[in-house]
């Protein structure tokens, strides 16, 4: 199908202000949207909300902390507290706190580690920078939830922004 179409000649100077206009529309479209936004944006990204913040493990498996990993007679190995943290420049860092119980004996370790997190998604690819092993979480509802195997049991953890 052809259309038929009058075309009208633009003088240079309205085409030219037109073009200019659009663009200084555009560049203040840009800056408004970056300078307005109150959620905090993914690593590459300018206008996409993200899990940036800090997070504190609100259960294990579904329960509230301290939570037992491993019980048996006299010997209690439990997680007491975690946190996480999503920077904006695309680096995390965990921190956990364990106790071991044995009798006469109760020891605390704690566990740190770090990398870098990319968003696909609902989910946080995490890369450790120690090892370069990876992890992911599903982030929905300000939370992020991890589900750790094994290999013959998972462990469901699940961290929560204040």
């Known amino acids: 199908m052809r259309e038929s179409r009058t075309k009208r000649a633009i003088?240079?100077?309205?085409?030219?202000?037109?073009?200019?206009?659009?663009?200084a529309a555009?560049?203040?479209?840009?800056?408004?949207?970056?300078?307005?936004?109150?959620?905090p944006t993914a690593p590459g990204s300018s206008s996409q909300p993200t899990p940036v913040g800090n997070y504190g493990i609100t259960?294990?498996?579904?329960?509230?902390?301290?939570?037992?990993l491993?019980?048996?007679?006299?010997?209690?190995?439990?997680?007491?507290?975690?946190?996480?943290s999503l920077t904006s420049d695309g680096k995390y860092s965990v921190v956990t706190t364990f106790r071991q119980t044995i009798p006469g004996n109760v020891q605390l370790f704690v566990d740190?580690?770090?990398g870098t997190w990319v968003l696909n998604g609902t989910t946080i690819n995490l890369t450790n920078g120690q090892d370069g092993s990876a992890d992911q979480a599903t982030w929905a509802n300000?939370?992020?939830?991890?589900a750790e195997s094994d290999g013959t049991t998972t462990t469901t953890y699940v961290y929560s922004k204040p």
């Open 11 to 23: 003088p240079q100077w309205t085409s030219g202000w037109a073009r200019t206009l659009a663009c």
């Open 26 to 39: 555009a560049l203040a479209a840009v800056t408004l949207s970056a300078c307005s936004s109150d959620s």
């Open 59 to 68: 259960t294990v498996n579904g329960k509230p902390l301290p939570v037992a």
């Open 70 to 84: 491993a019980a048996d007679g006299n010997y209690l190995y439990e997680v007491t507290v975690g946190t996480l």
């Open 112 to 114: 740190s580690t770090g």
């Open 142 to 146: 300000k939370q992020l939830t991890f």
